[in-house]
């Protein structure tokens, strides 16, 4: 059984930084698309950053929002992706979802069928 776990959420002053983790189990994700969503009180969840093999190219794709504040990055041998945060604001307030098995198309990331259960980042004013 596949399972993201993902973790490193909390309470941070704006400006400071925050490293998420999302820790995969039940098979090996190191050749796999995988990315960050986000999802604020009262929004949809909206994408923020991915990267990966597909088709043979290699893909890194960032929110406009996040350009230049985030990077993500994956470790193999503990197939486990992260993602740095800088920089933060209040408005970066969301639970924070990995997810796993995704696809480019068009230099976009599409999800893909698996989801860890988040994990909240509040930035404080």
């Known amino acids: 059984q596949v399972q993201l776990v993902e973790s490193g959420g909390g309470l941070v002053q704006a400006g400071g930084s925050m490293r998420l983790s999302c820790a995969a189990s039940?098979?090996?994700?190191?050749?796999?698309?995988m990315g960050w969503f986000r999802q604020a009180p009262g929004k949809e969840r909206e994408f923020v950053a991915a990267?990966?093999?597909?088709?043979?190219?290699?893909?890194?794709d960032y929110a406009d929002f996040v350009k230049g504040r985030v990077t993500i990055s994956r470790d193999n041998a503990k197939n486990t992706v992260y993602l740095e945060m800088n920089t933060l604001k209040p408005e970066d307030t969301a639970v924070y979802y990995c997810?796993?098995?995704?696809?480019?198309?068009?230099?976009?990331?599409?999800?893909?069928?698996?989801w860890g259960q988040g994990t909240q980042v509040t930035v404080s004013s």
């Open positions: 997810n796993a098995d995704g696809r480019f198309y068009r230099g976009r990331y599409n999800q893909g069928a698996y």
């Open positions: 990267f990966g093999w597909s088709s043979g190219i290699y893909y890194e």
């Open positions: 039940g098979r090996t994700f190191s050749n796999s698309a």
